[in-house]
């Protein structure tokens, strides 16, 4: 699973545009900011905030926000509710995967916020998603 959602990420990746792609390579080549980064990845369903990140990255939650919305393009709280969607994503593709679930993998605790959270993201509600998929 974790190889899959890595191809889907990196698809991602390949797929959004160039300046974009850039800024979060750039974001990895700083070590600080790559330690956040990483942190995010593995464990999506944590209540981060941007003082639990800047202590990962060993930094102010200050200096960690300026650079990493001068690396990546997006303040710390966009990429990860940004990358919160792309698992939930992947998640709501598996067979019996309910809203409820996912939602809660992904670190809401709340379905109907979720839902919201994915339609503004993809224009579907979750639900629809899963049909589609």
């Known amino acids: 699973m974790a190889d899959l959602l890595l191809v889907h990420i990196l698809g991602q990746h390949l797929r959004s545009p160039a300046q974009r792609r850039a800024s979060v390579l750039r974001g990895m080549q700083d070590q600080g900011i790559a330690r956040a980064m990483q942190q995010i990845h593995a464990h999506p369903e944590k209540p981060w905030t941007v003082a639990t990140l800047a202590a990962a990255s060993y930094s102010s939650r200050t200096v960690f926000s300026e650079r990493f919305r001068r690396l990546v393009g997006m303040t710390p709280m966009q990429y990860l509710s940004s990358y919160r969607m792309v698992v939930a ?45």
């Open 89 to 133: 994503a992947e998640k709501l593709k598996e067979p019996g995967a309910t809203p409820d679930e996912v939602a809660q993998a992904v670190g809401y605790e709340s379905a109907k916020a979720f839902s919201r959270a994915f339609r503004r993201w993809n224009g579907v509600t979750p639900a629809q998603y899963a049909r589609r998929a």
